[in-house]
């Protein structure tokens, strides 16, 4: 296991979850000793990759329209381990990330004939959802058929490297300008209306990042 595994664990398994009536766990915080102790095995201005992971249920509106974002920034989209990592590390850039996209469409009854293009967007920085033609232009979009038999079976596979992001802080991981940290999303939508309120998809996202402390 590598130091930043075993320091993720540490913190995880001694985390302080402040629990609200109304909302359930509502903060998660470590000792500060402990995170003071952890920190001390990294140096200042080495850095360390680690991969994040987040996962989506898709569903279409209530007007069938399909229409989605999934930000890198681990602000906006749910990543597991990032808040270990943000107490570790001061600052976080994005070396590339890699999402699975799994149809929920597997009855073969289910017709939603249509298309959606599926793009990595390097400066979104949001969970707006995007239009067909927009996710279209972006230069390394592709389109894949919904339905109970998809193009490549069950699964489509995308992925982007992201080569000389500058860092970001892990308190603000992603700005726009200049682009920085984590800031992107995968984006995807479709010109045809379909089965409103159909879940037509999963995605799991894992992100490679680099983190180091401040020099």
């Given at each position: ?61 209530g007007g069938g329209v399909i ?32 999402m699975t996209w799994t149809s ?112």
């Open positions: 296991m590598c130091p930043v595994d075993q320091a993720v664990t540490v913190l995880q398994n001694n985390a302080i979850r402040t629990i609200s009536e109304s909302k359930g766990v509502s903060a998660i915080t470590y000792p500060p000793e402990l995170v003071g102790t952890m920190r001390g095995m990294f140096p200042a201005g080495r850095s360390y990759a680690f991969q994040i992971h987040g996962s989506a249920t898709l569903q279409a509106t229409s989605f974002a999934f930000p890198f920034s681990p602000l906006v989209s749910s990543f597991s381990e990032w808040t270990a990592l943000a107490a570790l590390f001061d600052e976080v850039r994005l070396i590339r990330s890699k929920g469409l597997t009855n073969a009854s289910t017709t939603i004939p249509t298309q959606v293009c599926v793009a990595p967007d390097l400066i979104a920085n949001t969970a707006v959802t995007p239009s067909f033609t927009a996710v279209q232009r972006l230069a390394e979009s592709r389109e894949i058929g919904l339905g109970p038999f998809m193009e490549h079976g069950m699964n489509a596979h995308f992925a982007v490297r992201i080569p000389g992001r500058i860092y970001a802080t892990t308190a603000a991981p992603a700005t726009t300008s200049p682009p920085a940290g984590c800031v992107g999303a995968w984006v995807w939508a479709s010109a045809v209306v379909t089965t409103a309120s159909a879940y037509y998809g999963f995605i799991s996202v894992r992100n490679v990042v680099k983190l180091r402390m401040r020099a």
